[in-house]
Protein backbone atom coordinates (compact mmCIF):
# COMPACT_ATOMS: atom_id res chain seq x y z
CA UNK A 1 0.00 0.00 0.00
CA UNK A 2 0.93 3.25 -0.92
CA UNK A 3 2.70 5.24 2.15
CA UNK A 4 2.35 8.88 3.14
CA UNK A 5 3.96 11.02 5.86
CA UNK A 6 3.08 13.59 7.94
CA UNK A 7 4.64 15.78 10.45
CA UNK A 8 4.16 17.08 12.60
CA UNK A 9 1.51 15.15 13.56
CA UNK A 10 0.29 17.54 16.33
CA UNK A 11 0.92 21.55 16.15
CA UNK A 12 -0.45 24.33 18.52
CA UNK A 13 0.47 28.27 17.05
CA UNK A 14 -0.94 31.32 18.09
CA UNK A 15 -2.28 33.93 16.18
CA UNK A 16 -0.63 35.36 13.59
CA UNK A 17 2.27 32.65 13.69
CA UNK A 18 3.96 30.91 10.65
CA UNK A 19 3.31 27.14 10.13
CA UNK A 20 4.74 24.58 7.86
CA UNK A 21 3.17 21.34 7.18
CA UNK A 22 5.20 18.79 5.69
CA UNK A 23 4.07 15.28 3.73
CA UNK A 24 6.01 13.40 1.83
CA UNK A 25 5.41 10.26 -0.13
CA UNK A 26 7.57 7.58 -1.69
CA UNK A 27 5.64 5.72 -4.25
CA UNK A 28 6.63 8.30 -7.39
CA UNK A 29 3.00 9.48 -7.38
CA UNK A 30 2.79 12.53 -9.84
CA UNK A 31 0.15 13.62 -7.60
CA UNK A 32 -0.47 15.25 -4.38
CA UNK A 33 -2.83 16.90 -2.58
CA UNK A 34 -3.80 18.68 0.61
CA UNK A 35 -7.34 18.54 2.48
CA UNK A 36 -8.55 19.98 5.66
CA UNK A 37 -11.22 17.83 7.67
CA UNK A 38 -13.95 19.98 9.92
CA UNK A 39 -16.98 18.94 11.39
CA UNK A 40 -19.80 19.88 9.24
CA UNK A 41 -17.98 20.62 6.27
CA UNK A 42 -16.41 17.38 5.68
CA UNK A 43 -12.95 16.90 3.62
CA UNK A 44 -12.25 19.78 1.50
CA UNK A 45 -9.61 20.58 -1.09
CA UNK A 46 -6.82 23.22 -0.28
CA UNK A 47 -3.78 22.75 -2.77
CA UNK A 48 -3.04 19.72 -4.96
CA UNK A 49 -0.29 19.47 -7.48
CA UNK A 50 0.72 17.38 -10.25
CA UNK A 51 4.87 17.63 -10.12
CA UNK A 52 7.43 19.47 -8.48
CA UNK A 53 7.28 22.95 -8.92
CA UNK A 54 3.49 22.43 -10.28
CA UNK A 55 0.56 24.02 -7.96
CA UNK A 56 -3.06 24.30 -8.46
CA UNK A 57 -5.45 26.17 -6.17
CA UNK A 58 -8.03 23.63 -5.06
CA UNK A 59 -11.82 24.57 -3.62
CA UNK A 60 -10.68 26.79 -0.01
CA UNK A 61 -7.13 27.98 -0.68
CA UNK A 62 -7.46 31.31 1.19
CA UNK A 63 -4.68 32.13 3.96
CA UNK A 64 -2.70 29.25 2.48
CA UNK A 65 0.23 28.69 0.17
CA UNK A 66 1.66 25.34 -0.74
CA UNK A 67 5.04 24.19 -3.05
CA UNK A 68 6.27 20.91 -4.51
CA UNK A 69 9.51 20.80 -4.02
CA UNK A 70 10.33 17.16 -5.34
CA UNK A 71 8.05 14.72 -6.62
CA UNK A 72 8.36 13.10 -3.17
CA UNK A 73 7.54 16.33 -0.65
CA UNK A 74 4.65 18.88 -0.81
CA UNK A 75 4.28 21.96 1.85
CA UNK A 76 1.53 23.86 3.25
CA UNK A 77 2.22 27.19 4.57
CA UNK A 78 -0.03 29.31 6.74
CA UNK A 79 2.23 32.10 6.89
CA UNK A 80 -0.20 34.65 9.26
CA UNK A 81 -2.34 31.67 10.73
CA UNK A 82 -5.90 32.46 12.55
CA UNK A 83 -8.20 30.52 14.61
CA UNK A 84 -10.62 29.77 11.84
CA UNK A 85 -7.57 27.61 10.31
CA UNK A 86 -7.75 24.91 13.68
CA UNK A 87 -8.24 21.85 11.47
CA UNK A 88 -7.23 18.62 11.22
CA UNK A 89 -4.90 18.97 7.59
CA UNK A 90 -4.39 15.64 5.18
CA UNK A 91 -1.79 14.74 3.22
CA UNK A 92 -2.78 12.80 0.12
CA UNK A 93 -1.00 11.06 -3.24
CA UNK A 94 -2.14 9.37 -6.19
CA UNK A 95 -0.28 7.85 -9.53
CA UNK A 96 -1.48 9.14 -13.15
CA UNK A 97 -4.36 7.98 -13.37
CA UNK A 98 -5.45 9.32 -10.12
CA UNK A 99 -8.21 6.38 -9.20
CA UNK A 100 -7.08 6.04 -5.75
CA UNK A 101 -5.64 8.75 -3.25
CA UNK A 102 -3.64 7.41 -0.25
CA UNK A 103 -3.84 9.48 2.72
CA UNK A 104 -1.49 10.39 5.27
CA UNK A 105 -2.06 9.71 8.73
CA UNK A 106 -3.14 13.48 9.69
CA UNK A 107 -1.40 16.60 11.63
CA UNK A 108 -3.93 18.43 13.85
CA UNK A 109 -3.46 21.94 14.05
CA UNK A 110 -4.61 24.12 17.17
CA UNK A 111 -4.34 28.01 16.52
CA UNK A 112 -4.86 30.14 19.39
CA UNK B 1 -23.24 25.13 -2.03
CA UNK B 2 -22.36 21.66 -1.26
CA UNK B 3 -22.27 19.86 -4.69
CA UNK B 4 -22.19 16.24 -2.80
CA UNK B 5 -25.11 15.17 -0.87
CA UNK B 6 -24.75 12.20 1.67
CA UNK B 7 -28.28 10.66 3.36
CA UNK B 8 -28.34 9.83 6.06
CA UNK B 9 -26.14 11.57 8.35
CA UNK B 10 -25.78 8.80 10.92
CA UNK B 11 -27.27 5.42 10.67
CA UNK B 12 -27.63 2.74 13.40
CA UNK B 13 -27.79 -0.86 12.34
CA UNK B 14 -28.14 -4.08 14.06
CA UNK B 15 -24.75 -6.52 13.74
CA UNK B 16 -25.48 -8.96 10.72
CA UNK B 17 -28.28 -6.06 9.26
CA UNK B 18 -28.01 -4.35 5.71
CA UNK B 19 -26.59 -0.57 5.55
CA UNK B 20 -27.78 1.50 3.07
CA UNK B 21 -25.82 4.88 2.22
CA UNK B 22 -26.50 7.50 -0.79
CA UNK B 23 -24.88 9.76 -2.10
CA UNK B 24 -26.02 12.47 -4.93
CA UNK B 25 -24.06 15.10 -7.05
CA UNK B 26 -25.39 18.50 -8.31
CA UNK B 27 -23.17 18.34 -10.78
CA UNK B 28 -23.72 17.00 -14.24
CA UNK B 29 -20.40 17.04 -15.47
CA UNK B 30 -19.29 13.76 -13.20
CA UNK B 31 -17.86 10.85 -14.60
CA UNK B 32 -16.03 9.14 -11.26
CA UNK B 33 -17.45 8.63 -7.65
CA UNK B 34 -15.70 6.82 -4.96
CA UNK B 35 -16.36 5.70 -1.77
CA UNK B 36 -13.91 6.17 1.24
CA UNK B 37 -13.81 4.32 4.88
CA UNK B 38 -12.60 6.49 7.73
CA UNK B 39 -12.57 5.02 10.84
CA UNK B 40 -12.69 7.00 14.39
CA UNK B 41 -8.98 8.57 14.56
CA UNK B 42 -7.55 7.47 11.15
CA UNK B 43 -7.24 8.59 7.90
CA UNK B 44 -9.57 7.87 5.19
CA UNK B 45 -8.93 4.56 3.04
CA UNK B 46 -10.98 4.03 -0.57
CA UNK B 47 -13.02 1.51 -0.24
CA UNK B 48 -14.85 1.47 -3.70
CA UNK B 49 -14.53 3.29 -7.13
CA UNK B 50 -17.60 2.88 -9.94
CA UNK B 51 -17.07 4.98 -12.86
CA UNK B 52 -20.10 3.28 -15.15
CA UNK B 53 -23.79 2.63 -14.65
CA UNK B 54 -24.93 -0.51 -13.25
CA UNK B 55 -23.67 -2.51 -9.89
CA UNK B 56 -20.50 -3.60 -8.23
CA UNK B 57 -19.92 -5.85 -5.93
CA UNK B 58 -16.59 -6.56 -3.74
CA UNK B 59 -17.35 -8.97 -1.04
CA UNK B 60 -20.26 -7.50 1.43
CA UNK B 61 -19.82 -4.40 -0.42
CA UNK B 62 -21.99 -3.80 -3.18
CA UNK B 63 -21.52 0.15 -4.89
CA UNK B 64 -24.69 0.93 -7.42
CA UNK B 65 -24.36 4.02 -10.12
CA UNK B 66 -26.87 5.69 -12.09
CA UNK B 67 -25.37 8.44 -13.81
CA UNK B 68 -28.56 9.87 -15.32
CA UNK B 69 -29.26 10.98 -11.71
CA UNK B 70 -26.11 11.25 -10.46
CA UNK B 71 -26.67 9.35 -7.66
CA UNK B 72 -24.36 6.40 -6.18
CA UNK B 73 -25.02 4.19 -3.29
CA UNK B 74 -23.26 1.81 -0.97
CA UNK B 75 -24.68 -1.01 0.47
CA UNK B 76 -23.05 -3.66 3.53
CA UNK B 77 -24.69 -6.63 3.72
CA UNK B 78 -24.24 -9.02 7.17
CA UNK B 79 -23.11 -5.50 8.66
CA UNK B 80 -20.10 -6.20 11.53
CA UNK B 81 -18.85 -3.61 14.56
CA UNK B 82 -15.59 -3.83 12.75
CA UNK B 83 -17.60 -1.15 10.05
CA UNK B 84 -19.09 1.32 12.14
CA UNK B 85 -16.76 4.27 10.49
CA UNK B 86 -17.60 7.54 8.81
CA UNK B 87 -17.95 6.53 5.17
CA UNK B 88 -17.46 9.55 2.42
CA UNK B 89 -18.33 9.72 -0.77
CA UNK B 90 -16.35 10.95 -3.55
CA UNK B 91 -17.07 12.45 -7.04
CA UNK B 92 -14.89 13.94 -9.67
CA UNK B 93 -15.43 15.34 -13.56
CA UNK B 94 -11.53 13.88 -13.72
CA UNK B 95 -9.99 11.80 -11.74
CA UNK B 96 -8.02 14.02 -9.81
CA UNK B 97 -9.73 17.05 -8.60
CA UNK B 98 -11.92 15.31 -5.90
CA UNK B 99 -15.40 16.64 -4.08
CA UNK B 100 -15.71 14.71 -1.18
CA UNK B 101 -19.34 14.98 0.57
CA UNK B 102 -19.52 15.22 3.98
CA UNK B 103 -20.45 11.72 5.27
CA UNK B 104 -22.19 9.39 6.83
CA UNK B 105 -21.96 8.10 10.33
CA UNK B 106 -22.25 4.42 10.22
CA UNK B 107 -22.48 2.68 13.94
CA UNK B 108 -23.08 -0.83 14.20
CA UNK B 109 -24.31 -2.34 17.10
CA UNK B 110 -23.14 -6.10 18.42
Known amino acids: EAAVTQSPRNKVTVTGGNVTLSCRQT?????MYWYRQDTGHGLRLIHY???????QIGDVPDGYKATRTTQEDFFLLLELASPSQTSLYFC???????????FGPGTRLLVL | QQKVQQSPESLIVPEGGMASLNCTSS?????YFWWYRQHSGKSPKMLM?????GEKEEGRFTVHLNKASLHTSLHIRDSQPSDSALYLC??????????FGKGTHLHVLP
Open chain 1, 92 to 102: ASSDSRGYTQY
Open chain 1, 27 to 31: NSHNY
Open chain 1, 49 to 55: SYGAGNL
Open chain 2, 27 to 31: DRNVD
Open chain 2, 49 to 53: SIFSN
Open chain 2, 90 to 99: ARGTNAYKVI
